[in-house]
């Protein structure tokens, strides 16, 4: 795994959960190096329109253990 790549999250752990995030939600590794068995990944969240009327996303970011990731789509 490795900086920009999509993952999915396979397992639910009350870490996760406490953060908003469960089983089968998808983001992007945004800081690939691992860190004590953990990566962050910006897990996507809702869309939304901004007061100038531009349709966003908010984003929750997680630290992640990597071995409850599963990549989806490689950053090549």
Not at 4 to 27: C, F, M, N, Q, W
Request: proline share 0%; net charge negative; charged share 40%.
């Amino acid at each position: 795994m490795k900086e920009l790549d999509r993952v999915e999250l396979i397992k639910d752990r009350a870490e996760y959960t406490k953060r908003g995030i469960k089983s089968g939600a998808k983001g992007t590794i945004m800081i690939g190096e691992e860190r004590n068995g953990y990566v962050l990944v910006f897990f996507d969240g809702e869309y939304y329109r901004n007061e100038e009327g531009f349709l966003l996303m908010d984003e929750i970011d997680v630290g992640v253990r990597v071995e409850d990731l599963k990549v989806i789509s490689d950053n090549k």
